[in-house]
């Protein structure tokens, strides 16, 4: 029977770090369907800004509840936009697939900052509400900076 277990402090009871949970719950069984050419897009995209989305929909009209929460999270959260990227994974059923496969995690949104997968929606709003995810953003100088000129001018 499966218990659900609270973080603590990015950690989960029973010593189980995110990442070994993730190994845990998600094992896909099938893998390599994904074509040499899906996987270097991917990538390419995953480094195409220091924060990248993959979610259902644009930023502006998504598609989903939970992309829907992801972008309200980034935004809360201060992310610039020119340092932002985000890709509609409802254009392509092969992308749709393929980025599941390629970070191993079986919802859509997926987080990427800095070419580094963080995780799908539940993840990221815990980091948020845990203060993880603003100092992530910090430390990858992702957050529109504030601007000083404008109070010097005043």
Known sequence: ??????????????????????QT?????????MSTEIRKAIGDAVSSAPVVLFMKGTPE?????????????????????????????????????AIKEFTEWPTIPQLFVNNEFVGGCD?????????????????AQVLVPEDYDAEEKS
Not at 123 to 139: D, F, Q, R, Y
Request: glycine share 8%; proline share 5%.
């Open 123 to 139: 993840v990221i709003k815990s980091m948020a509400k845990s203060g993880e995810l603003t100092e992530l953003l910090e430390e």
């Open 61 to 97: 009209f998504p598609q989903c509840g939970f992309s829907k929460a992801t972008i309200g999270i980034l935004g809360q959260q201060g992310v610039d936009p020119l340092k932002f990227a985000a890709y509609n994974v409802l254009e392509d059923p092969e992308l749709r697939e």
């Open 25 to 33: 719950i998600y094992r896909p069984q099938l893998m390599a369907f």
């Open 1 to 22: 029977m499966f218990n659900r277990q609270l973080l603590n402090a990015g950690r989960l009871i029973g010593n189980q770090t995110l990442t070994q949970m993730r």
